[in-house]
C-alpha cells in the first residue's frame, strides 16, 4: 500500500511538473508573440516594406504608361489641328469660288452686257471680303496717312508740297491684317520734302 501511495505521489509529481513545464512552454510562446525577438521584427519590417515598394513601383509604371498615352494622343490631336486649321476657312471660300467661276461663264458669253459682268464681279468680291473679315482679315488703311514701318513698305519717294512729308500717297499692293498681326505690308509710296533749289 505504501508502494502503491508512492507511486501514486511520483505520478501526481510527474504530472504537475509536466503541466507545469506546459505552461512555462505557454507562457514563453506568449511572451514571444507580445515581446518579438528583433530579428522577426526586421523581417516583418522588410516584408512590409518590399509590399508597399511593389505596390508604389506598380502604381507608378500605370501613371506612366497613362502619361504616356496622353502624350500620344495629344500629338496626334495637335497634328490634326494644324494639319486642318484651314478647312473652316476654304469652306467658307468655296462659294466664292463658285461665283467667280459662274462670272467667267458668264464672261465668255458674246451677248451679255459688260456692265453687268462687271457688277457681278463686284458683288463675288464683296462676298469675298465680307468672308474674310467673318475671319479676321482686315486691309490696311495706309492712303493719305503717316508712313508707319509697323504696317508699310515703302517702295518709291516721291518729292510733293500738297501733303506733309512721309505720307502715304499711293498704295501699290494693299496690306493686310489677320486679328492683330500683319500677314502683309502694304506697299505704298511715300511723300518727301520738294528739292529747294538753290
Known sequence: MKKNKIEVEVKENIIEESSNSELKEESL???????????SVENEEIQKLKNENAELNDRLMRKIAEFENYKKRTEIETANLLRYSGEFLIKKLLPVI??????????????????????????VYEKLMKTLSEQGISKIEALNKPFDVDYHEAVLQQPTSEVEPLTVINEIETGYLYK??????????????VPVNE
Do not use: C
Open 29 to 39: 510562446t506568449e511572451e514571444k508573440q507580445e515581446n518579438p525577438t528583433p530579428a
Open 98 to 123: 463658285d461665283d467667280f467661276e459662274r462670272s467667267l461663264k458668264f464672261v465668255n458669253d458674246p451677248g451679255k452686257d459688260p456692265d453687268s459682268v462687271l457688277s457681278g464681279l463686284a458683288l
Open 180 to 193: 492683330d498681326r500683319v500677314i502683309r505690308h502694304t506697299k505704298v509710296i511715300v511723300s518727301s520734302p
